[in-house]
Structure formats: C-alpha cells, structure tokens
Nanobody, 130 residues
Framework: QVQLVESGGGLVQAGGSLTLSCAASGRSFSSYAMAWFRQAPGKEREFVER?????????????AYADYVKGRFTISRDNAKTTVYLQMNNLRTEDTAVYFCATAPDTIPLPATPQRVGYWGQGTQVTVSS
C-alpha cells in the first residue's frame, strides 16, 4: 500500500510559477516511476479523464513530458525524502486543473496513461488567473 499526499497548489497569475510536492509513504519508493496527471474543470472526476503531465523513472534518470508543458514544467524526485516535485513555470490559464501525483511501473518508455497508474494522491488545485 502506498499513500501519496500532494501539496503546493494555489492561485497564481499567468506567467507565474508554482512547485507541487508529493510525499509518498510505503516501501521501495525508488522501485517505481512517479507521474503527475491533471484534470481540468468541468471534467468528470473519473481517473480515465485525467491527462498526463510528466513522469520520472525510479532512479530519476529518465523523464517524459506532455508536449504542452515541455520547456515550462520540470519533474524531479528525491528518493531519500520519498518525494516527487513538479516545478511549473510560465503558467497559463489553461494549466488550471486539479493536479494528481501517481505511482506507475518503471518501464521503457515511461507510462503516460492513467490506466497504468497504481496509486493516486488526492489532488491539489492549481488556478491560474489572467
């Protein structure tokens, strides 16, 4: 059993930055990949409606990003602290969503679909104002 707790969401103006954190409990944190997904306002809260944002391999050597965040978002992890981060720069109004961290199998390529997720966090709201 893995528990994930996100933090760091909030309200920011367009062009601003936020850093999300996700603390994991449970064993063998470095044995699985971690990912961030998001769910935009108006979408049903079913996990299949969540869109991929970024993923990082267990040791942190490989990353993957959705095209719409490349160059703006950076995923990283600290295995000693069992925490994964999402640094979000140059935020846009369309980035407004609930952001979820998740565990995923450490495969090549990294998983990028919600169906591959093992455990989900509860989500943290990010709101970008114009």
């Amino acid at each position: 059993q893995v528990q994930l707790v996100e933090s760091g969401g909030g309200l920011v103006q367009a062009g601003g930055s936020l850093t999300l954190s996700c603390a994991a409990s449970g064993r063998s944190f470095s044995s699985y990949a971690m990912a961030w997904f998001r769910q935009a306002p108006g979408k049903e809260r079913e996990f299949v409606e969540r869109e991929f944002v970024a993923a990082i391999s267990g040791r942190g050597y490989r990353t993957a990003y959705a095209d719409y965040v490349k160059g703006r978002f950076t995923i990283s992890r600290d295995n000693a602290k069992t925490t994964v981060y999402l640094q979000m720069n140059n935020l846009r109004t369309e980035d407004t969503a609930v952001y979820f961290c998740a565990t995923a199998p450490d495969t090549i390529p990294l998983p990028a679909t919600p169906q591959r997720v093992g455990y989900w966090g509860q989500g943290t709201q990010v709101t970008v104002s114009s």
